[in-house]
């Protein structure tokens, strides 16, 4: 695909909608259906779940969030703790994605498998409310944009003023973003919700062991990186995604299409994570073929380069280059921490 600034066919100033000239109509093809969803023997082929590899990835996530912190603790000066600190901008990344893999049953063949780690190992440690969690974003895959969207408010608006960027970015920095997330978690705990009870224990047993291990600074990094610098990834990773769209039933209107840089793919979309409108298109794909999912849909001529924008930092200019208008600053419902009543 050719290098370009943004997409060819510019989207209208009041969203991000690629233009009508930019969404070409070549469906169904021998090997996607109208939908761009695979054929049968395609999409048996690519939602097969390797559950052997899928097991590596696991450790190698539970290395880069609890490795690294007892590391820092192991070591225990201030710049191990610091370097911990921005290491685990990653390190939650990676339990987050691989806990979303664990909600759509595409972690391990074995349902209670995949669920237990999904919530133990993966989502209660980085706060996903993993049961709730997954009732909200199959809504949220069922009709993206529409009535029950979990999101909306997250999503909604963009491009925004500059100003407003630097707000939202700056509440996510500081600490406020997570703060509102932890009060819905306070409250869930007192009205004695089944699953804040257990991300609590799970909590409780990490705060243990490093007071035992005379290392209370190392919780102290986990909670505030999460607090922190994942709390900024995870907003920006997030609009890149949906920002501005709307809802349709061709999903090039709703998800967006970004290239995947490596330094993008380390720091905020491992796990090809980046490759979300291949997602969005067949949500029963594993993450480790949404890559070949993705090629299928450029070759069939469905996804095109006026769609793609040519990197994450030239998405979020995009985003933040709207004009005042009366715009409302919303707060952004958080679908991952948030329990029945």
């Not at 997409?7 to 690629?18: E, G, K, L, R, W």
């Not at 999912?293 to 979020?316: C, K, M, N, Q």
């Amino acid at each position: 695909m050719a290098v370009i600034d943004r997409p060819s066919s510019p989207p209208s100033p009041t969203n991000m909608v690629p233009g009508p000239d930019a969404l070409p109509d070549v469906l169904p093809t021998d090997r996607l259906n109208e939908r761009a969803k695979p054929v049968r023997e395609l999409r048996d082929e690519l939602r097969r779940i390797p559950n052997g590899r899928n097991a590596v990835a696991v450790v190698s996530t539970l290395l880069q969030s609890f490795g690294v912190v007892t590391a820092a603790a192991v070591i225990n000066t201030w710049w191990s703790y610091l370097l911990a600190f921005v290491l685990m901008a990653r390190g939650h990344v990676c339990l987050n994605i691989l806990a979303h893999e664990a909600a759509h049953r595409l972690l391990f063949t074995n349902r209670r498998a995949n669920d237990l780690v999904g919530r133990f190992l993966m989502g209660y440690p980085s706060y996903q409310a993993m049961l709730a969690y997954r009732r909200a974003h199959f809504a949220h895959h069922r009709d993206e944009m529409g009535p029950d969207e979990p999101d909306a408010s997250l999503y909604a608006g963009y491009p925004i003023p500059r100003d407003s960027w630097r707000r939202k970015l700056t509440r996510d920095a500081v600490g406020i973003s997570a703060y509102k997330n932890f009060k819905v978690l306070f409250r869930a705990i007192r009205k004695r919700r089944a699953e804040a009870l257990q991300i609590v224990a799970v909590h409780l047993v990490m705060i243990g062991l490093s007071i035992a291990f005379m290392r209370p600074l190392a919780y102290v990094v986990w909670i505030v990186s999460w607090s922190t610098v994942w709390r900024v990834s995870n907003r920006l990773r997030a609009i890149a995604e949906h920002g501005g769209l709307i809802r349709s039933r061709d999903r090039r209107e709703t998800t967006h299409v970004i290239r995947q840089s490596l330094v993008a793919r380390y720091w905020m979309v491992p796990y090809h994570t980046g490759w979300h409108l291949a997602h969005h298109v067949d949500m029963g794909v594993p993450w480790r073929n949404l890559p070949r999912l993705h090629d299928e849909l450029v070759a069939s001529g469905w996804v095109t380069p006026a769609i793609e924008y040519p990197s994450y930092r030239a998405f979020w200019k995009a985003a933040s280059s709207g004009s005042r208008g009366g715009r409302s600053e919303q707060a952004a419902a958080t679908s991952f921490l948030a329990f029945d009543d």
